[in-house]
């Protein structure tokens, strides 16, 4: 859905801003740039609008079944829009559009139980979940759908009303997911705003709000916790990792090499729960290099229209220039480039796969959060050593051990501190499974019934039992 006339250059109309293609660099339409004096109108209408959502379960559960078929009957458009303004291939594209239906059809029968409160008083106590009121759901670019029904599947179902505000990097598909998912429910249930900063963070300050909602990076998630405070509203914060895979002894490298590049590079390795630093015994160390290397060399990179496209683009140019700079640190360092390296020769904001050896282990391409197609590859000695450096970083999102002996690959996944772990794969999650990340990366839990019971809060009812 275009959002308005084609913007030509630099023409973009006033109270717009200019979306841009990440596979040429250019402006290709244009976004409603809201300001945030708009903001008490949208939360006036989304508490009015709570009221009758609240109300009818059932009908909430019709309204979001419908609601998934729509996104699927819209799926082909969908996805070409993201991937035009996001980058990632059009495979991955129809993937995240699918994952978004199935995450509104799993959550559209919620199960919310009344539960019973026993004890020896001759009183009947009964818990009964509640509805928090408007919930302002702030989302990033790396996976714009699939994160923002993450946030308006469970608290829609919970009974709450949704202001949904997306990157200004992919505002447009989540533009047209909001006119699809609204046309199925009552108005004002959900409302999508576009804008630059200080937009989101006037959001998350906002006292009509009653549940922030956030994924980002650390630092960003800092600031909505400060700016939440203002009204006390509840907090859920997702935020960036750094995921390490742990490879053992008896790894089978050229078994696992494809997978375990698949769990770096997807999305141009632009996924908070991406493996962002593999450790290999340093007996290994050098197969494990070449087998990556050989797969980032022969990955082919290209806009993600092309079908023949297993990378694209990076999404924007700062999250280029970030890359770049930690490659470029790390290479002045003393790192190799098994591979890659540097940025294509190109249009757009692509840059070469990247598998670095001989990184210096205090190098930010280690011990912070990349987020792009750029891998180093770390030797070790010692088991304990390599747990230890695992999770030497603040992050704790996920985490992965690879070895053929899946018992000793489970306990030393065990020690790792993380919210989610993996034996011989990485970053696949189940809609029904809680998602939280330790330390940095994040504060409450999303996912399954535990994000669903985040959107509810508890209201208790004692009454004399019958008779006394
Ligand atoms: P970001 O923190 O820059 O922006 C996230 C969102 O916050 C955007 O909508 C942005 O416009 C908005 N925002 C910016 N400043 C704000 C402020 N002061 N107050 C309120 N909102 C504000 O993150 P990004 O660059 O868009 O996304 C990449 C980051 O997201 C990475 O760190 C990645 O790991 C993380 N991420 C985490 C998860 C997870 O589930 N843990 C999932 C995907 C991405």
Redesign the pocket.
Known sequence: MATGPRCHGSGTRSGYFAVVDPATGEPFDEAPDRQAAELDDVVDRAHTAWRGWRADPAARTTALLAAADAVEAAGSDLATLLTREQGKPLTESHAEVARTAARLRHFAEPGIETQPITDDRPVRGELRWRPLGPVAA??????PLQ?ASAKFAPALAAGNTVVL????YTPLTTRLLGSVVSAALPEDVLTVVTGR?PL??RL?AHPGIRHVT?????P?GR??AR?AAASLARVTL????NDAALLLEDVDVEKIADRLFWAAFRNCGQV?MAVKRVYAPARIHSRVVEALAHRAETAVVGPGLDPASQLGPLNNAPQLARVESYTARALAGGARAAAGGHRLDRPGYFFAPTILADVPADSPVVTE?Q?GPVLPVLPYESLDEAVEAANGTRFG?GGSVWGTDLDRAEAVAERLECGTAWINHHAELSLAQP?A?VKD??VGVAGGPWGLYGNLRPFVVHRPQEGS
């Open positions: 702030i989302v990033p670019w790396n996976f994160l505000k997306p990157s200004p900063e989101g963070a998350a956030f994924t980002g990076s650390v960003t600031s909505v700016q997702e935020l960036g990792g908070c959060e987020f999102l998602f990340g990366s994040g």
